[in-house]
């Protein structure tokens, strides 16, 4: 098992910025599949980022001003939001697959963006 815990939301304005993180309970491997996604009310879970072995892909949405990052050294998965708007407004999950072990996720952060 892997637990991850997510910090870093609230609100922000429109334009502003917010870094999220996701620490886990384990050792995180370069291997492991390592990602953010988000659900906003009345919506499905949608894909944000992921980092996988150092590369990186993002949804068109979020290209340009969000950036996902991994450290591995404190066990932390990380995405830096920028130019944020208000359609970013959603609650945002960490998730980390493991070959062999499967996916975990965490419970989740609200972002709002308002003015």
């Known amino acids: 098992q892997v637990q991850l815990v997510e910090s870093g939301g609230g609100l922000v304005q429109p334009g502003g910025s917010l870094r999220l993180a996701c620490a886990a309970s384990?050792?995180?491997?370069?291997?492991?599949?390592m990602g953010w996604y988000r659900q906003a009310p009345g919506k499905q879970r949608e894909l944000v980022a992921t980092?996988?072995?150092?590369?990186?892909n993002y949804a068109d949405s979020v290209k340009g001003r969000f950036t996902i990052s991994g450290d591995i050294a404190k066990n932390t998965v990380y995405l830096q939001m920028d130019s944020l708007k208000p359609e970013d407004t959603a609650v945002y999950y960490c998730?980390?697959?493991?070959?062999?072990?499967?996916?975990?996720w965490g419970q989740g952060t609200q972002v709002t963006v308002s003015s």
């Open positions: 998730n980390v697959n493991r070959a062999g072990w499967g996916d975990f």
């Open positions: 980092v996988t072995r150092g590369r990186t």
């Open positions: 384990r050792s995180l491997f370069s291997t492991d599949a």
